[in-house]
């Protein structure tokens, strides 16, 4: 209720933010997240000129303009990630497993990269508890694989009991 309130007193829009990501086998969803972002177009407009501070497919901007002071704190605190808890319910993502993808994402990978398909997007996931943004998209792809190979319940204790610390850092969070 605080971070809706938050994100409401900050700025025009909804609380929350739907946007349509790529799940299991390819599998169409819409993520719910807390809006982060301003609904300003022309910032918008203004980022998608940008380039890229990653390297690969999933484009990351360190300072990013769009995103709001609340958006700054609730994206270093992983709070706008807790709606997706609605996505868990769903059956349309886990708590552990690779991060779901944009669909503009996925239409760049490669055979390797579709890999990564065969699970059920997380919340958290291996490549979050090892540098988050940090990390280059190939490092995330190989991360993701690797979870997908492994995993078992105590992997997924282990990235539970990894993501806590993670988000507290904020390391690699932007």
């Known amino acids: 209720l605080i971070t809706g309130l938050a994100i409401l007193l900050e700025s025009r829009g909804g609380v929350f933010f739907h946007q349509q990501r790529v799940g299991k086998d390819g599998q169409i969803f819409k993520m719910i ?16 000129a940008m380039e890229s501070d990653r390297d690969g497919v999933c484009r990351k901007f360190v300072n990013d303009p769009r995103i709001t002071k609340v958006g700054n704190i609730i994206r270093k605190l992983s709070i706008d990630e807790l709606p ?6 769903r059956g349309e993502m886990s708590l552990i497993g690779p991060r779901p993808a944009l669909i503009s994402e996925v239409e760049q990978y490669t055979d390797y990269d579709r890999q990564r398909l065969i699970a059920l997007p997380g919340i958290s996931g291996l490549w979050q508890v090892s540098g988050r943004a940090d990390l280059s998209f190939e490092q995330q792809i190989d991360l993701d694989l690797r979870y997908i190979r492994e995993r078992s319940l105590f992997t997924d ?18």
């Not at 997706?84 to 319910?89: F, G, S």
């Not at 204790?157 to 932007?174: E, N, S």
């Open 84 to 89: 997706q808890l609605i996505n868990v319910l």
């Open 33 to 48: 997240k807390f809006r982060s972002m301003s609904t300003d177009a022309k910032l918008h407009a203004e980022v998608a």
């Open 157 to 174: 204790i282990v990235i539970t009991a990894k993501t806590i610390p993670a988000v507290l850092l904020g390391a690699g969070a932007y």
